[in-house]
T-cell receptor
């Protein structure tokens, strides 16, 4: 599928590793989001970028570090994670204008921290 | 901030029956209410949404109703089919804020 893509789709890492998740949107949107989806929990918003500027950091631990080099790309850098960080990480994008709009989700990265 | 509750957490219906999922929200300023469907192993996808200036919206077998006074909105699926089996998430948003999602409802449509 096109629209919003994420790589890798699956990632297994140790607690001392450093890895990065990548998201790319091909929709011409100006806002991008990182969500964490854990079992039996609501989708948790982590970070929001509007026009490449971070506008939201939802009390996320510093071991998660986002980067938005342009309006089409979003990264999530991971280091010294904990086993409880294992989850599905979803990227989304939307066109923020003068009204609320649909968020388009990527397929997610299934992260397992050993 | 906004808080969204969703009920039931699981729902099983017979094929052909109707399913109703209800969400409540706390922020009276919220004005956009989307519903997402997430099939097993797939991404959430928007199935229907409603804005605060409308009380009801319908798209084929799916409808959403909004009661702003009571601060609740509901998803109605009629003539359910096995492919409707998925997790459904509601969300509420006040423009300029961010989506707050409900915890999800796992719908199973039994043949």
């Amino acid at each position: 599928e096109t629209g919003v893509t994420q790589t890798p789709r699956h990632l297994v890492m140790g607690m001392t590793n450093k890895k990065s998740l990548k998201c790319e949107q091909h929709l011409g949107h100006n806002a991008m989001y990182w969500y964490k989806q854990s079992a039996k929990k609501p989708l948790e918003l982590m970070f929001v970028y509007n026009f490449k500027e971070q506008t939201e950091n939802n009390s996320v631990p510093s071991r998660f570090s986002p980067e938005c080099p342009n309006s089409s790309h979003l990264f999530l850098h991971l280091h010294t994670l904990q086993p409880e960080d294992s989850a599905l990480y979803l990227c989304a994008s939307s066109q923020e204008e003068n009204s609320n709009n649909e968020q388009f989700f990527g397929p997610g990265t299934r992260l397992t921290v050993l | 901030g906004e808080n969204v509750e969703q009920h039931p957490s699981t729902l099983s219906v017979q094929e052909g029956d109707s399913a109703v999922i209800k969400c409540t929200y706390s922020d009276s300023a919220s004005n956009y209410f989307p519903w997402y469907k997430q099939e097993l192993g797939k991404r959430p996808q928007l199935i229907i949404d409603i804005r605060s200036n409308v009380g009801e919206k319908k798209d084929q077998r799916i409808a959403v109703t909004l009661n702003k006074t009571a601060k609740h909105f509901s998803l109605h699926i009629t003539e359910t089919q096995p492919e409707d089996s998925a997790v459904y998430f509601c969300a509420a948003e006040n423009y300029g804020q961010n989506f707050v999602f409900g915890p999800g409802t796992r719908l199973s449509v039994l043949p």
